[in-house]
């Protein structure tokens, strides 16, 4: 019984994810993050001894490896299929959470490093985006787009897709996913060989 009400570490991990992708990082503290996910903050540090930034570094790639599941799934009807998935998923979360929610990966990432130092989030931030692009790039290869441009579209289509995220948060609409959207299908849709 008391293991059923213990919070598991993958629900600390996934709160502390909804957290950072509505605070940032530096705005949120682990006590903060413990209390999101309705965990005790002694089983907070006995998931995460090293703290704050191992907690971070554990919800970017969590975000990571739940948007890679998702575009694997659809990408396996071609890539524009893909793309609407992956601009989907992140006009759910910004419309659900009335524009207070974006991207964890992407919270951590603009985060001011300390002077010389790349903390272990941020490195996980840089891997997380490029296994998107790696994913979207493969599945443009597939599909009979050059190496260079499928990997360039990749890039292109993740960087749009974060910073309009941030677009929709500021202006409190989805309209510029949206527009985003429409021309990154038509991109998507041109360089690939049917």
Known sequence: MAERSAPSRERIVAGAADMISRRGLSATSIREMAKHAKAPLGSTYH???????????????????WVARSLRKELESGPVEGLRAFLALWRKIVVESDFHAGCPV??????????????????????????????LAASLREHGTE????????????????????????????????????????????????
């Not at 985060?111 to 490029?130: C, L, N, R």
């Not at 190496?147 to 989805?174: D, F, I, P, W, Y």
């Not at 959207?181 to 360089?191: K, M, N, R, V």
């Open 47 to 65: 998931y995460f001894p090293e703290g704050k930034q191992q907690l971070a570094t554990e919800a970017v790639r969590y975000t990571g490896e």
């Open 106 to 135: 992407l919270a951590v990432a603009i985060e001011e490093p300390p002077a010389d130092e790349i903390p272990p989030a941020v490195a996980a931030a840089a891997a997380v985006f490029a296994q998107w692009e790696a994913l």
């Open 147 to 194: 190496a260079e441009q499928a990997a360039q579209l990749a890039t292109l289509v993740v960087a749009a897709v974060e910073g309009t995220v941030a677009m929709c948060r500021a202006k409190r609409s989805a309209q510029p996913l949206d527009d985003t959207a429409e021309q990154l299908q038509a991109l998507i849709a041109g360089a690939i060989k049917h």
